[in-house]
């Protein structure tokens, strides 16, 4: 399983944006299918983005088109690069492996206001 440090967030005005990173420890990280997900006030954590460790993407409805997800395998991190955000973004990012699940790290904060 991997263990995940999140960071990058921050406040953004809407139209805005923002690049998380994620840093993955943990053996054999190709091996992971890595995720990020979001969990706004009130309601349950969503996948908003998943990658292969062949790079296979794959995005939610709510986010294609604007957010890419992307990993670099020698420096075990996967990257958000979020673009044209909306207020319904905000949310805490969390980032995960689909296939092999750690504890969740703190997430990072991102805040779409103006």
């Known amino acids: 399983q991997v263990q995940v440090v999140e960071s990058g967030g921050g406040l953004v005005q809407p139209g805005g944006s923002l690049r998380l990173s994620c840093a993955a420890s943990g053996s054999s990280f190709m091996l992971d299918v890595m995720a990020w997900y979001r969990q706004a006030p009130g309601e349950q954590r969503l996948r908003v983005a998943r990658?292969?460790?062949?790079?296979?993407?794959g995005y939610a409805d709510s986010v294609k088109g604007r957010f890419n997800i992307s990993r670099d395998n020698a420096k075990n991190t996967v990257y958000l690069h979020m673009t044209s955000l909306k207020p319904e973004d905000t949310a805490v990012y969390y980032c995960?492996?689909?296939?092999?699940?750690?504890?969740w790290g703190q997430g990072t904060q991102v805040i779409v206001s103006s």
């Open positions: 995960n492996s689909v296939n092999r699940p750690g504890p």
């Open positions: 990658i292969t460790g062949y790079g296979a993407k």
